[in-house]
Structures are given as C-alpha cells and as structure tokens.
C-alpha cells in the first residue's frame, strides 16, 4: 500500500513537471535553437532540434525526478541501517517500459521519414536523381549553382550565366536554389551552416541538394570533411542578397572573369583534370 501510493506521488510529480515543461521548451527553447532561419532547409532543421528536444525532456525529467524522489523519500536516518525489501521485478512496470520505448522509436522513425521525403529533404545532398527536389518558389525559375570542391577551396559556377566560376558564394533571396556539388580530387563536405546545407563533395559525382534563402545577410560555409593539410582554411562567408543586386552581382562576375573563361572547362556535372604529377 505504502509502496503504490509511493508511485501515485512520484509519477504526479513527473507528469506535472513533464506537462509544463515540454511546452515552454518549445516555446522559449525553440527558436534559439541552430542554424536559424536564414533559409527553409535552416528552419526545417531547427523544428527537427525542437521537436527531438521536446520529446527529450520528459524523458530527462522521469530520470531526474526519479533520482530527486527516491534521495528524498527512501533516505535511511539514524545510525541503523535497514536493508530495504528484496525486489524480484514488476510485470507492469517492464510492459510499460517497453510500449514507451517502442512508441518513441516509431514516432521518430515516422517523423524522421517523413522529414526527409519532404520537399528538399532538409538541405541535405541527395545524390544525382532527388528524391524530394524543391520547386521553383515566387514566380522565379529554379537558379542551378554548381559547387566545386578543391585542395583547399570552394568555387562556384553558375550554368544560366553563361558557366561563369566565381570564388563566392552569392544567392538571390527569396528564390530557390538547386545546388550540385562536386569535387575535382578528394572527398571534401560543402557546409552552408547559416543555411542548413550540407552536402558531400565526392569526385565524379553530381550531388544535388536544395535551398531556398529566405532572409538577406551573410553565412558561413566550410569544409566539414578532412580533406588535407590545408583543410582548417577552406572556409568562406557566403551572402543573400536581393534580386536586383544578384543581376549586378553577376553582371560583373562575368564581365570580371571573362578573359579566362575560354580556359574553363565547358560547364558539366562532374569533371575529371588529368593529374598533375605522376604518383610513387
């Protein structure tokens, strides 16, 4: 009797913690959660961060209301110690534990599935055929940008100019972006972290992911796969701009690089530079 009553007060305690909680987490916890909102994939990836957060902490509070509730309620005082009852386990209490974990389990998987089927599957790569592309948004036609890895450096051509190749990163807001990454040697990682891309730059590969730059500003961009020596540099600062100064913007790349665009590679989307040394 004792023991059950015991139970009824700590499970009022934890779903009274849990009940208030979980929302003003969501609420307050939420928005200041990584990367921001600087772009749809970014904002999708931080309902992700407060969803999984959310959940989680009812899950912290049973752990730590458990520990505070039996410090408190079973605490021995005096000089005698007394050995507690010998316990052989709880049907209930094992059923439960195992439909819970279960529930979480699935509805993760079924959160996480449908995340990822959802249209531009969140700023991640999706190799040459998307499974999920995101279409054009605003009235403006999808803007293709392709992202070339190199020792040490990202470069970024832009197929509907012309294939100019510029070493920064500028986007239109408000337009959606299909980026295809690559790399000319080894496997390097294109991370927009203000935009919440990330995608694998791996040779001989057209890896596509999707974007759509919702706020004006600047973000970062590196490399998060170690690529060699040099790899702590490759890092940039891409911006978001308006449509008028992209079409400025451009304009002037192409006018600026056209005396070595004839030594360009025409625009494909992989490319294979023969070596430049023999190995051994």
């Given at each position: 009797?004792?023991?059950?009553?015991?139970?009824?007060?700590?499970?009022?305690?934890?779903?009274?913690?849990?009940?208030?909680?979980t929302?003003?987490?969501?609420?307050?916890?939420?928005?200041?959660?990584?990367?921001g909102?600087?772009?749809?994939?970014?904002?999708?990836?931080?309902?992700?961060?407060?969803v999984?957060t959310?959940?989680?902490t009812?899950?912290?509070?049973?752990?730590?209301?458990?520990?505070?509730?039996?410090?408190?309620?079973?605490?021995?005082?005096?000089?005698?110690?007394?050995?507690?009852?010998?316990?052989?386990?709880?049907?209930?209490?094992?059923?439960?534990?195992?439909?819970?974990?279960?529930?979480?389990?699935?509805g993760?998987?079924?959160?996480?599935?449908?995340?990822?089927?959802?249209?531009?599957?969140?700023?991640?790569?999706?190799?040459?055929?998307?499974?999920?592309?995101?279409?054009?948004?605003?009235?403006?036609?999808?803007?293709?940008?392709?992202?070339?890895?190199?020792?040490?450096?990202?470069?970024?051509?832009?197929?509907?100019?012309?294939?100019?190749?510029?070493?920064?990163?500028v986007?239109?807001?408000?337009?959606?972006?299909?980026?295809?990454?690559?790399?000319?040697?080894?496997?390097?990682?294109?991370?927009a972290?203000?935009?919440?891309?990330k995608?694998?730059?791996?040779?001989?590969?057209?890896?596509?992911?999707?974007?759509?730059?919702?706020?004006?500003?600047?973000?970062?961009?590196?490399?998060?796969?170690?690529?060699?020596?040099?790899?702590?540099?490759?890092?940039?600062?891409?911006?978001v701009?308006?449509?008028?100064?992209?079409?400025?913007?451009i304009?002037?790349?192409?006018?600026?690089?056209?005396?070595?665009?004839?030594?360009?590679?025409?625009?494909?989307?992989?490319?294979?530079?023969?070596?430049?040394?023999?190995?051994?």
């Open positions: 009797m004792q023991m059950s009553r015991d139970f009824r007060r700590f499970l009022a305690i934890w779903l009274g913690a849990s009940v208030v909680s929302p003003l987490v969501a609420i307050f916890l939420g928005p200041h959660l990584p990367p909102n600087q772009a749809d994939a970014a904002a999708g990836q931080r309902l992700d961060f407060t999984s959310a959940l989680a009812p899950i912290l509070l049973l752990i730590l209301t458990l520990l505070g509730f039996v410090l408190v309620v079973f605490r021995q005082t005096g000089s005698e110690i007394v050995e507690g009852p010998r316990i052989h386990g709880h049907r209930g209490a094992q059923i439960a534990w195992i439909v819970a974990s279960v529930a979480i389990v699935a993760l998987f079924g959160f996480t599935t449908w995340r990822l089927l959802s249209p531009g599957a969140a700023g991640s790569g999706q190799g040459p055929t998307p499974l999920s592309p995101l279409a054009a948004s605003h009235g403006k036609p999808v803007l293709p940008v392709q992202v070339i890895g190199q020792q040490w450096q990202f470069t970024y051509r832009y197929p509907t100019y012309g294939g100019v190749e510029t070493p920064h990163l986007l239109p807001v408000d337009r959606t972006v299909e980026l295809h990454v690559t790399s000319l040697d080894v496997i390097h990682s294109f991370w972290y203000g935009l919440g891309v995608a694998d730059a791996n040779p001989g590969v057209d890896n596509v992911a999707y974007v759509l730059p919702e706020r004006l500003g600047t973000f970062s961009i590196r490399c998060a796969e170690l690529c060699g020596i040099w790899h702590g540099d490759m890092f940039d600062t891409g911006r701009v308006t449509g008028t100064a992209f079409s400025s913007w304009g002037a790349q192409r006018r600026l690089f056209a005396p070595i665009q004839h030594d360009l590679p025409r625009y494909s989307r992989t490319y294979l530079p023969a070596p430049q040394r023999k190995g051994g």
